[in-house]
């Protein structure tokens, strides 16, 4: 079933009375959950994983389709009127939509980056429609060593670029590496790292380990760190919606974004904080004249811009998670163990063994869209009174659900126990300024990432070169050299650049000086 068709025939999967009114449910707690700051899809799909057991599968994604999308449009509410960013890739709409908030023009601020979303959300979708299936047709002819390589590039990816320091990065990856370790050897039957403790045998539950580090540590970060029971709030009642000035700076802004973002999400390219960023500045170069030196002042472009590339991002993510069996966000991350939870592996194989599933799940992501623009537009007052709920009540629910979540899973005080041990370890990384994402990523991705590497050492009587004997392999390792060292090597130019051009001006000043 190609393209277009398998998108019409997910139409039908979705368009039923139940699992409508899960897409318009997951459509509203995301959103809610979203204006909520910290609090993103990903804890979330978390919370709600054990309460889904016994739901039909289909549904179930559909209303974690709904949370995925919804929260990314909450997020920017929080961003816009508290300048405080619930995710990460909401962060650059703070600098411009809380500058506009501040001036009286919030609600403007709220429209373009709600019909932004839309607009990148819709056509990125049918973008995932349009690419998933060539890229199961490519992905069924790799061997253990491509996937393994894919892998590699997801862990490092994510691991340097996530974040503000590379170093930290690897570091909460190979923290979530070693919890990835933890249990039974599947090839030797040794146990690893149990401590002695026969319930580790069947190594950390991913639902407790997300739930900890997202909720859990979450808490205890605003309980240690916060300076005020409640948020200040900036007020948009009375305020006008979008000009027609506002529409026509805003909808190149919503393309290019979209331009920017779907690709850089099917590709690990570490998050959503990258495209957001790269938005911002080519809306930035494009501007002349005033409206350059508006930006960091209220640019509603650079508004529009980067939100278009979030949701765009968000979308082209279930590329890679779909057709290779392999996350690229912390969120992504956790719906791949929601697909293990009903015992399902997402990668090449889904699209053909499940496909009422996949196309129904990617059909519901436009129905949401639809329906997440309906809700946030008009009612979006309504959304912001959520933020006059006192933190101390607000948080305390977070951990009550929390901790019966986690309980839910297995029936098990122990994993109580271990969700506020890792909670702590959540509270640390925040502490210190490690990021959340790559432990997820390196827990879960880490033990296939294991499955592919001894698949591949065996099938070559473990010759290590073997990695390394496939074109796709080398051509996907010479790509993650040139995304990592780019960087550096733009940076090493433009500082050469910026002292050659000091130099200059100092011979310059010194030769005007002796005439």
Do not use: C
């Not at 790292?193 to 580790?200: D, E, K, M, V």
């Amino acid at each position: 079933m190609e393209g277009l068709e398998g998108l019409l025939h997910g139409f039908t999967v979705a368009f039923t009375l139940q699992n409508l009114l899960f897409a318009l449910l997951g459509a509203f707690v995301g959103t809610m959950i979203g204006v909520l700051p910290g609090i993103g899809p990903a804890l979330t799909i978390a919370l709600l994983l054990p309460m889904t057991y016994g739901m039909p599968v289909a549904s179930a994604f559909i209303l974690f389709a709904g949370i995925y999308y919804g929260a990314m449009y909450g997020g920017s509410t929080t961003s816009i009127l508290l300048k405080t960013p619930g995710e990460s890739g909401s962060i650059v709409a703070a600098i411009d939509g809380n500058k506009m908030a501040r001036a009286g023009r919030g609600a403007a601020a709220l429209a373009t980056a709600a019909i932004g979303s839309f607009i990148a959300g819709t056509i990125a979708t049918v973008l995932v429609a349009l690419f998933a299936p060539g890229i199961v047709d490519i992905a069924v002819q790799l061997g253990a060593r491509d996937f393994f390589a894919l892998m590699v590039v997801a862990f490092l990816t994510v691991g340097a670029l996530v974040g503000g320091s590379p170093l930290r990065g690897l570091t909460s990856l190979a923290l979530g590496l070693t919890i990835g370790l933890v249990g039974i050897d599947f090839q030797s039957g040794q146990d690893r790292l149990t401590f002695g403790l026969p319930r580790l045998l069947d190594g950390i539950d991913v639902v407790v380990l997300i739930v900890a580090l997202f909720a859990i540590g979450e808490v205890l970060y605003v309980v240690a760190h916060q300076t005020s029971s409640k948020y200040a709030v900036e007020s948009i009642k009375g305020q006008t919606w979008m000009t027609r000035e506002d529409v026509r700076r805003s909808w190149k802004p919503w393309l290019r974004g979209t331009a920017i973002g779907f690709p850089l999400g099917v590709i690990p390219a570490g998050g959503s904080e990258i495209p957001t960023f790269l938005s911002y500045s080519l809306e930035k170069r494009l501007a002349k004249g005033k409206r350059r030196a508006e930006f960091g002042n209220g640019a509603i472009e650079g508004v529009a811009g980067p939100e278009a590339a979030n949701n765009a991002n968000a979308a082209g993510t279930m590329v890679p998670l779909l057709t290779l069996g392999i996350p690229t966000s912390a969120t992504a991350a956790i719906i791949l163990v929601a697909f293990q939870q009903y015992g399902l592996q997402p990668g090449p194989a889904l699209l053909r063994t499940e496909s009422d599933l996949v196309w129904g799940l990617i059909a519901s992501l436009l129905i949401g869209n639809l329906m997440l623009l309906v809700l946030n537009l008009p009612f979006v007052g309504a959304w912001v009174k959520l933020l006059k709920i006192p933190k101390p009540y607000l948080f305390a629910g977070i951990a009550t659900f929390a901790l019966l979540g986690a309980y839910a899973v297995n029936g098990a005080s122990f994993d109580v126990l271990l969700l506020i041990v890792l909670g702590v370890v959540g509270y640390l990384l925040r502490r210190f300024g490690f990021p959340i994402a790559p432990v997820v990523v390196g827990a879960i991705l880490g033990p296939l990432a294991e499955l592919q590497l001894r698949r591949a050492l065996d099938i070559s009587a473990g010759d290590p070169l073997t990695l390394i004997a496939s074109p796709f392999a080398v051509i996907v390792y010479l790509t993650l050299a040139v995304v990592l060292t780019l960087p550096a090597l733009i940076r090493a130019l433009n500082r050469r650049k910026l002292t050659r051009t000091t130099m200059l001006e100092t011979v310059d000043a010194d030769a005007r000086r002796e005439q």
